[in-house]
C-alpha cells in the first residue's frame, strides 16, 4: 500500500475535529440553557408570583386597618361619614383576597393557610364590629370595645405571621435567582474556555496534521524551482497532501521531458531560422532583380514596341498595328504587376520607424496623388475629423490611395461621393471609406482580400488585383483588420487601428 494510501484524508481529520468540538459545544450549550432556563423561573417566580402576593398581602392589611379605623371612629363620633374607610376597607379586602387566589393562595398551600387565618381572625372581628355600625344601635361599652380590640389583635397577628411567610419566600426566591445568575456565569465562562481551548486545539491539531507537510511539501518544490530540477518531490501527511506530492513530482518528470523536447525544438529551429535567413537573403536578392534585371527587359520591350509603332504607323495592316499594341500593353501590364508584388512582399519585411500622425493628413497625401484621376471622374472626396495614429505614414497613405482609388474607379452613372470617417471602439479607432459606387455582393466579401482575384474583366475595369490584398497586409501589419461592410449602400469597406497610449488613457 503506498504512502498517500495510508494516511488519513484531510476529511476525516477534519471531521474529527469537527465532531469533537461539536459535542463539547453542545454540552456546553445545553449546560447554558439548563442555567438560563432556571433563572428566567426564578426571575418569573419572583416577579410574577411572589412579588404580587405580597403587594396583594399588603393590600389586605391596609384594608383590614382601615376597617377597623372606621370602626373605631365611628364608635366614638357617631357620624355616618366615618364608616366611610370601613366601608372601602370592606371592598379592598374582597379585590386583595380575590388575587390572592388567582396567585396560589389556596387551601392546602402556605399562603393559602395564611390567609385563612387572616380570614377567619377579620371575620370574628368584624362579626362583633358590625353591629355597632349598623344603623339605630346602641351605644357602645368599654367592653365591647375591648373585646373588639382583642379579636383585632388576632387579627394583626395573623397579617404578621402571613408576611413573615410571604418575607421568607421573597428571600428564597431571591436566594434561587442569585444562584441560578452565578450558575448560568459559571457556563458562560466555561463555554468561553471551551471555545477557546478547542480554537487552540484546532489550531495545533490543524499546523500538525496539514500545515507541516504542506510546508514541507512547499519547501521541496521551492528548492526544485530554485535549484535542483532533478531532485525528486514526495509528500507526507493526509492523504491529499501526499497525493499532491506525487503529482508534482508526476509533473517535474513531464517537464523534464518537455524541457528536453523543448530544447531539440530550439536546435530545430535554430537550423531552420538559419535556412530562413539564407531565404530572405534569397528573397532580397529577388527583389533586386525583379526590380532591376527584369524591368530593364520590359521597359526594351514596351520601348521598341512603340518605336515599331511610331516608325510603321499606316505601312502595317490593321492586324499587325494591333499586335504591336498587345505587345506594348503586355510589357507595361508586366510592369505594373512586378511593381505591385515588390510593393506587396517589401510590407513588413523592412520595417520602417512608427510616428504619430495625422490621419487626416495622409488622406490628403493620397488625394494629391490621385488629383489626376479625381479630376477626370468628377468624383468628392469629404473626410470627417480624424484621428491622430501611431503608422509608417508612406504605408497608410497607400491603403486610403487604394481605398479611394477603386472607388473612384468602380463608380456608377453617378459621379463618385466618398466620405472617411472614424469613432472610437474600446482600444482601437475604426476607420470607414465610403462610397456610392457600384457595390461588391456580400458572397465575395472575402474573396476580394486575396491575391490577384478580380470580380470584373481587365476591358471593364484595369488593375492587377493586388490592391486590396496589400491594404489587407499593410493594416494587419499596424494591428489591426480590414473587412467588407456587406450592410451598407455602395461599397464600405472598414479597418481597425490601435488607438495611440496617449489616447488610451483618456
Request: proline fraction near 4%; charged fraction near 25%.
Amino acid at each position: 500500500m503506498s504512502a498517500e494510501a495510508r494516511g488519513w484524508p484531510i476529511r476525516r481529520w477534519l471531521t474529527l475535529f469537527a465532531v469533537a468540538e461539536a459535542v463539547l459545544l453542545l454540552a456546553a450549550l445545553a449546560g447554558g440553557a439548563i442555567a438560563l432556563t432556571n433563572l428566567t423561573d426564578a426571575r418569573n417566580r419572583l416577579l410574577d408570583v411572589i412579588g404580587p402576593e405580597r403587594t396583594a398581602a399588603a393590600q389586605l392589611s391596609t384594608a383590614l386597618l382601615n376597617q377597623e379605623t372606621g370602626v373605631r371612629g365611628y364608635q366614638l363620633g357617631r357620624q355616618p361619614a366615618f364608616l366611610a374607610p370601613y366601608t372601602d376597607g370592606r371592598r379592598a379586602q374582597g379585590d386583595a383576597v380575590t388575587q390572592l387566589r388567582q396567585l396560589g393562595a389556596v387551601p392546602g398551600t402556605q399562603a393559602g393557610d395564611d390567609l385563612e387565618a387572616v380570614l377567619h381572625a377579620a371575620t370574628a372581628w368584624q362579626a362583633v364590629a358590625a353591629p355597632s355600625v349598623e344603623p339605630g344601635a346602641g351605644p357602645v361599652t368599654a367592653a365591647d370595645i375591648e373585646r373588639g380590640q382583642t379579636l383585632f389583635e388576632a387579627v394583626r397577628r395573623a397579617l404578621a405571621t402571613q408576611s413573615g411567610h410571604l418575607d421568607a419566600v421573597r428571600d428564597a426566591g431571591r436566594a434561587d435567582l442569585d444562584s441560578a445568575a452565578s450558575f448560568l456565569t459559571a457556563m458562560l465562562v466555561a463555554v468561553a474556555v471551551l471555545v477557546v481551548l478547542l480554537f487552540v486545539v484546532l489550531f495545533l491539531g490543524l499546523r500538525q496534521v496539514i500545515t507541516r507537510p504542506i510546508l514541507r511539501l512547499a519547501g521541496a518544490v521551492r528548492q526544485v524551482a530554485d535549484a535542483d530540477v532533478h531532485r525528486p518531490v514526495r509528500g507526507s501527511g493526509p492523504r491529499e497532501i501526499a497525493q499532491l506530492g506525487a503529482d508534482v513530482e508526476a509533473m517535474r518528470q513531464r517537464i523534464l521531458a518537455e524541457v528536453a523536447e523543448l530544447e531539440r525544438a530550439h536546435a530545430l529551429l535554430d537550423r531552420r531560422t538559419r535556412e530562413l535567413e539564407r531565404s530572405n537573403a534569397d528573397l532580397e536578392q529577388f527583389a533586386y532583380v525583379a526590380s532591376h534585371d527584369l524591368q530593364e527587359p520590359l521597359r526594351k520591350v514596351a520601348s521598341f514596341c512603340q518605336l515599331l509603332q511610331r516608325r510603321y504607323q499606316g505601312l502595317l495592316d490593321e492586324r499587325g498595328e494591333q499586335y504591336i499594341e498587345y505587345a506594348v500593353d503586355g510589357a507595361k501590364r508586366m510592369q505594373v504587376l512586378i511593381n505591385d508584388l515588390l510593393a506587396f512582399s517589401r510590407v513588413g519585411r523592412k520595417p520602417g520607424e512608427h510616428v504619430v500622425v495625422d490621419a487626416g493628413k495622409l488622406v490628403d497625401d493620397a488625394l494629391a496623388n490621385l488629383e489626376v484621376a479625381l479630376s477626370l471622374s468628377g468624383g468628392k472626396v469629404d473626410r470627417g475629423e480624424l484621428p491622430a495614429v501611431r503608422v509608417e505614414p508612406a504605408l497608410l497613405t497607400a491603403v486610403f490611395q487604394n481605398l479611394i482609388g477603386n472607388a473612384l474607379k468602380f463608380r456608377g452613372e453617378t459621379p463618385p461621393q466618398v466620405r472617411i470617417t472614424a469613432e472610437r471602439d474600446g482600444g482601437d479607432w475604426v476607420f470607414a471609406v465610403r462610397d456610392n459606387g457600384i457595390g461588391i455582393d456580400p458572397e465575395y466579401a472575402e474573396r476580394i482580400f486575396a491575391l490577384f482575384q478580380r470580380l470584373h474583366t481587365r476591358n471593364a475595369y484595369p488593375g492587377t488585383g493586388i490592391g486590396l490584398a496589400l491594404c489587407r497586409r499593410i493594416v494587419e501589419y499596424h494591428g489591426g483588420r480590414i473587412w467588407l461592410d456587406t450592410e451598407s449602400d455602395g461599397t464600405t469597406f472598414r479597418f481597425t487601428l490601435p488607438a495611440t497610449e496617449e489616447q488610451g488613457n483618456e
